[in-house]
């Protein structure tokens, strides 16, 4: 076993290596950015040694800084992760001629199936299926395109040296194909250094089902049975889960000995994962067609870990020391059922914009990190830390395990309505409509979930305006009950000789203005009203659990434990039912400012521009393109809000733009 390994990562994987590390007495060193200074994987670990600025290409891209640091350390191997360096094979073979192990598989194999189209030509000769498509190296793009057309729409434009989602485009008609080739090649430059692409027939209901390998030196390959990730959004994972539902002993014997034939068929070491398109005929039963190889660990590797009972990190480690493979596949067993949610910093309402900011509150539920348990929270990030834009938006992993799926099911939605984040957006809430949605509870899977539900799944209130008008009101309350003091002047409870008092609160709910009025009762009790709704409202403090304010609130027929926390004027506000938001809005401090400010198109995050499709004087219609930025290594297309004409363009491709920043004047009719 190694004494020392430098982990060439950052966040959650890099805290996670770690963690298995510490506990294999093998000391660890961290690498970071600028941006990264005081981040959790820097504290995770024994050393850390700066690497260059916060964009990747300054930093984690970085090899040759980082086997610098590696041999000046004394780490006698490399820990890639997943992403940046983990599948670049010109890495694994620097780490090689510098006489440090790479751990991972060997170079030969990451570049054997790193490009999708020579990795598909090598399973066409293994006999494994393969879905129609073209996997030439000519790139031309009308032969390209006549491709596609042979193949049939809807079709598949899949960046060749691609992965985690990036650079695909799923194509319609033949009139989009161009358009969508183009973007999708920007994207495969940026993200991986190459534009070359394949062409594939989008296969229709399809799940994604991907099988765990594991190859060690002396030969040995085993499968660790098969994770479903299905459920997805613009081609990357939301939820996994192992094993796959309907999946049957004699498919799962022939996925995973495809998979195995896969991976001796390029010497692989280490673990891998094979990933199968399963097509879900009319008729009934499945099949399964070779997609790509993954030449890394996972993100979703935990849920693995909890059907088996095993630490895959810790079997990396001891394969890329020289030791043979712990157990045969014969030794393996399924136990039980595991989900993986990825809580992201992102708007699910807005197309899945990516969020940054700062974790103002982070709390999570009882759970065990970085090791198998019945619910365990695997992350890089701590209350207080900044989800930037340059690096991925995922915040945590979620993972849960149960005695069967509705068991497991009902773990995870308890886990994720026990979730506080406050500061920036996230995708929580959007999980619990998933987990509870029709499709996912009757395992009705296909990588089209989430467009099939979307009803069930966007644009949700399930906290309800009256619980939440409530709730902002009643923590108003109990603040300045907080206040008080023995001096009865101090009291804003209103009381008077005669009459009743009333009180007048001003919010903004999702976008609507609301005037709630609270009377104080000669009885004490308080009366709330506001727009249809009027009630009594009660509420007694609990015992704090963390920050925030805790309550017992009852209103409209509701009785519910609220959560508040308020920043600004945002009052954020968690129970059972989910999260949400609302403005309190202090008219004094708005006083004198304008309502509205048209003509203007501003960034919605902060990134890169990447194009204008319009130039000043263009007349243009509403959801025309009008620009590309790139931010977390997407792309995202501004639209035109409205009918008009393109009064002025701010920037020039290429250049860093803030949030909020103007991109480009557009006047309105």
């Known amino acids: 076993m190694f004494h020392k390994i430098l982990i060439a990562n950052r966040g959650e994987i890099a805290c996670r290596v770690a963690a298995t590390a510490r506990r294999l007495g093998v000391r660890t060193v961290a690498v970071y950015s600028d941006a990264d200074a005081h981040a959790k994987h820097v504290a995770a670990c024994d050393e850390a040694v700066h690497i260059g600025g916060s964009a990747p290409k300054d930093s984690y891209l970085r090899w040759e800084r980082i086997i610098e640091a590696a041999k000046a350390t004394g780490a006698q191997a490399i820990h890639p992760g997943y992403g940046f360096l983990s599948e670049n094979d010109a890495f694994a073979n620097a780490c090689a001629e510098a006489g440090i192990a790479f751990i991972g598989p060997p ?46 729409y809807p079709a598949l434009i899949k960046a060749s040296a691609g992965g985690g989602g990036k650079g695909m485009r799923i194509v319609e008609k033949s009139e989009d194909f161009a358009a969508a080739l183009a973007s999708c090649q920007r994207e495969a430059i940026n993200s991986f250094g190459s534009d070359a692409v394949l062409i594939e027939k989008y296969v229709q209901r399809p799940r994604h089902i991907e099988i765990q390998v594991f190859g060690d030196t002396q030969g040995n390959c085993v499968y660790l049975f098969e994770r479903d990730c299905s459920v997805q959004r613009r081609h990357q994972k939301v939820l996994e889960e192992a094993p796959a539902p309907g999946m049957t002993p004699e498919l799962r014997a022939q996925m995973g000995a495809a ?15 094979v990933e199968f398109i399963v097509e879900q005929p009319p008729e009934g039963g499945m099949r399964f067609f070779f997609m790509e190889m993954n030449t890394r660990l996972q993100v979703e590797h935990p849920v693995t870990e909890a059907i088996t009972g095993l630490d895959l990190v810790e079997w990396q480690l001891r394969v890329a020391s020289g030791e043979p493979l712990p157990l045969q596949q014969q030794d393996l067993r399924i136990h039980g059922h595991a989900i993986e949610a990825r809580i992201c910093a992102e708007t699910p309402d807005n197309n899945f914009l990516p969020a940054t900011g700062t974790l103002a509150v982070y709390g999570k539920p009882a759970h065990t990190q970085f090791e198998r348990g019945t619910v365990r929270v695997d992350d890089g990030v701590r209350e207080g830390d900044t989800i930037s834009p340059f690096y991925d938006s995922m915040v945590a992993k979620l993972i849960v395990h149960g005695a069967t799926r509705e068991e497991a099911l009902a773990r995870l939605d308890a886990a994720l309505a026990e979730i506080r984040i406050v500061g920036l957006s996230t995708n929580v809430q959007f999980l619990r409509h998933v987990v509870n949605s029709r499709a996912f509870a009757q395992a009705d899977l296909d990588t089209a979930l989430i467009q099939r539900e979307s009803a069930a799944l966007f644009h949700q209130d399930k906290v309800g305006r009256p619980l939440a008008v409530a709730a902002a009101v009643a923590q108003t309350l109990l603040a300045e009950r907080a206040q008080e003091r023995a001096d009865p002047f101090s009291r804003r409870d209103g009381w008077r000789p005669h009459g009743i008092t009333v009180r007048r609160f001003d919010f903004d709910y999702l976008g609507e203005a609301l005037q709630a009025r609270l009377s104080y009762l000669h009885d004490g009790a308080l009366q709330l009203a506001f727009g249809d709704v009027s009630g009594v409202l009660a509420f007694d403090a609990l015992p704090p659990d963390g920050s925030g304010t805790r309550m017992d609130l009852r209103f409209n027929g509701q009785r519910q434990t609220v959560q508040t926390w308020q920043i600004d004027e945002n009052v954020h506000i968690f129970c059972a039912l989910g999260a949400t938001q609302i403005v309190e809005i202090d008219a004094l401090a708005h006083a004198g400012e304008t309502a509205h400010e048209g003509g ?4 919605p995050m902060p990134g890169k521009v990447v194009s204008f499709a319009v130039q000043a004087g263009d007349a243009v219609k509403k959801g025309q393109a009008l620009a590309v930025m790139e931010a977390m290594k997407m792309e995202h297309t501004i639209a035109a809000p409205a009918d008009g004409t393109v009064a002025e363009l701010l920037y020039a491709p290429g250049d860093q733009v803030n949030e909020g920043a103007e991109l480009l004047k557009l006047s309105t009719a």
Do not use: F
């Not at 998979?259 to 994962?273: F, P, R």
């Not at 203007?600 to 960034?603: D, P, Y």
């Open 107 to 152: 170079a030969s194999a990451i570049l054997a199936m790193g490009l999708k189209a020579e990795s598909k030509q090598l399973m066409e000769k293994a006999g494994v299926p393969l879905v129609p498509g073209y996997h030439g190296s000519d790139q031309d793009s009308a032969l390209l395109q006549r491709e596609a057309d042979r193949i049939g």
């Open 600 to 603: 203007r198109l501003t960034a």
């Open 259 to 273: 998979a195995v034939a896969a991976a001796k068929a390029v010497n692989y070491v280490g673990a891998g994962t």
